[in-house]
T-cell receptor, first 115, second 113 residues
Framework: AQSVSQHNHHVILSEAASLELGCNYS??????LFWYVQYPGQHLQLLLK??????LVKGIKGFEAEFIKSKFSFNLRKPSVQWSDTAEYFC?????????????FGIGTKLQVIP | GAGVSQTPSNKVTEKGKYVELRCDPI?????LYWYRQSLGQGPEFLIY????????DSGLPNDRFFAVRPEGSVSTLKIQRTERGDSAVYLC???????????FGPGTRLLVL
């Protein structure tokens, strides 16, 4: 069974600091990778996704993530965080063989940005 | 509607009671998913519908949980004989076609006393 590990469960940063949230998955085959974000009081929203092609993926609001197949990782990055980035971030993975595949989510990382 | 909607937004019930949670997916989305999110955890898959049929119900924890999607649009998650351990946020998501990006609703927060 596939699994997703998010190592940082709670991160506190000051505004303008750089962000990197770790995500590792256990499945050895082709994968599709996602980062979802949940702002306070709002529902889960897709931040970015990787299906194939360029392993450096650009998402909304200045976020990016890099797929490193050899490390089974899909870390989320942002060069300079804002207070409005305070939210919970979830990494997710499906097997990439096409058609329906069950989505497995990580436990989530709560990011708190201090003004 | 513009997004996935779920009703009720909150449900408080007593142990042993029956509850129904409703999901209205984005119009035209053929795939529908139910997840459960317990406190401090990520969403956990429960069941997936393609059209009217449950294509994968391997995530349902036991036979107290059942879901339907009779007309291929709205879905209802049904929980019989609720237990305190069923307390969680129940999330619904839909996608245009199977395998594509899932769009999530706001969830129903269920509290079993």
């Amino acid at each position: 069974a596939q699994s997703v590990s998010q190592h940082n469960h709670h991160v506190i940063l000051s505004e303008a600091a750089s962000l990197e949230l770790g995500c590792n998955y256990s499945y050895g085959g082709t994968v599709n990778l996602f980062w979802y974000v949940q702002y306070p009081g709002q529902h889960l929203q897709l931040l970015l996704k990787y299906f194939s092609g360029d392993p450096l993926v650009k998402g909304i609001k200045g976020f990016e993530a890099e797929f490193i197949k050899s490390k089974f990782s899909f870390n989320l990055r942002k060069p300079s965080v804002q207070w409005s980035d305070t939210a919970e971030y979830f990494c997710a993975v499906t097997r990439g063989s096409g058609g329906y595949q069950k989505v497995t989510f990580g436990i989530g990382t709560k990011l708190q940005v201090i003004p | 509607g513009a997004g996935v909607s779920q009703t009720p937004s909150n449900k408080v019930t007593e142990k042993g009671k029956y509850v129904e949670l409703r999901c209205d997916p984005i119009s035209g989305h053929t795939a529908l998913y139910w997840y459960r999110q317990s406190l401090g955890q990520g969403p956990e898959f429960l069941i997936y519908f393609q059209g009217t049929g449950a294509a994968d119900d391997s995530g349902l924890p036991n036979d107290r949980f059942f879901a339907v999607r009779p007309e291929g649009s709205v879905s209802t998650l049904k929980i019989q004989r609720t237990e305190r351990g069923d307390s969680a946020v129940y999330l619904c998501a839909s996608s245009l076609v199977t395998g594509e990006t899932q769009y999530f609703g706001p969830g129903t927060r269920l509290l079993v006393l």
